[in-house]
């Protein structure tokens, strides 16, 4: 059996699925201000009079793909805002990690992320 197929059985996520839901809890506690503040200077809020669908945080410029598009300062928000509204919305940090425990986030993700070295298995 394959690995996948076994984690599937025992209803457990990948660790690369692990991996991005415990940014999605570490973006959720950024954003309600649950963060350390070393850890929130990491990231910038977006400033804006109107609604945007997305617009929680920047996305900083970076020079390289390699640390730069995969860093945590980056990567963070970008995942934060492939999330749904009504996801990014709860407040309730316990209901918020019960519902993204059930999701699978490697389907959120662009396929050229998926399948590069740094973010696969």
Avoid at 14 to 35: C, E, G, P, S
């Amino acid at each position: 059996m394959r690995d996948n197929e076994l984690l599937s059985r025992a209803k457990l996520p990948t660790l690369y699925n692990r991996r991005l839901q415990d940014i999605a809890v570490l973006m959720h506690k950024v954003k309600n201000d649950q963060a350390p503040l070393y850890i929130k200077d990491l990231f910038k809020f977006k400033k804006q009079c109107y609604e945007l669908r997305n617009a929680d945080f920047e996305l900083p410029r970076f020079k390289s793909i390699r640390y730069g598009k995969h860093s945590v300062r980056y990567f963070g928000p970008y995942l934060w805002s492939r999330l749904e509204k009504h996801e990014r919305e709860n407040i309730n940090l316990k209901s918020f990690i019960t519902n993204i425990r059930k999701k699978d986030l490697e389907s959120l993700l662009e396929e050229g992320c998926k399948n590069c070295g740094l973010c696969s298995n």
